[in-house]
């Protein structure tokens, strides 16, 4: 199984972005995918979760209603599209995949691993 993020870049603050997380070997529709953020000097933290059981989604408290995430199943991949970006939104992002059927928020939980995307947001 291969995640590929792509779709990081430079914004300003107020801007938008989406995130891609193209998957092979493996379906979306069958995998809780996740996406997650690591900034400088800090840990890894869920931001976002779409789950295999019921397509239940799971917000960070910060970004709800900022960010949404969806799946298209006939392209085997989950976007992240985060709108009205802050710069404490700054970090690699990285798309995650669980064999579970629910929206776990650890790392542990995740079987395969995107390899990263660097969102900065910067005036």
């Known amino acids: 199984v291969q995640l590929q993020a792509s779709g990081g870049g430079s914004v300003q603050p107020g801007g938008s972005l989406r995130l891609s997380c193209a998957v092979s070997?493996?379906?979306?529709?069958?995998?809780?995918i996740a996406w997650f953020r690591q900034a400088p000097g800090k840990e890894r933290e869920w931001v976002s979760i779409i789950a295999s059981s019921d397509g239940s989604k799971l917000y960070r408290e910060s970004v709800r209603g900022r960010f949404t995430v969806s799946k298209d199943n006939s392209k085997n991949t989950v976007y992240l599209q985060m709108n009205t970006l802050k710069p404490e939104d700054t970090a690699v992002y990285y798309c995650?995949?669980?064999?579970?059927?629910?929206?776990?928020?650890?790392?542990?939980?995740?079987?395969?691993w995107g390899q990263g995307t660097l969102v900065t947001v910067s005036s």
């Open positions: 995650a995949a669980s064999q579970g059927m629910v929206a776990a928020t650890t790392t542990g939980e995740y079987d395969y």
């Open positions: 070997g493996a379906s979306v529709d069958s995998h809780t």
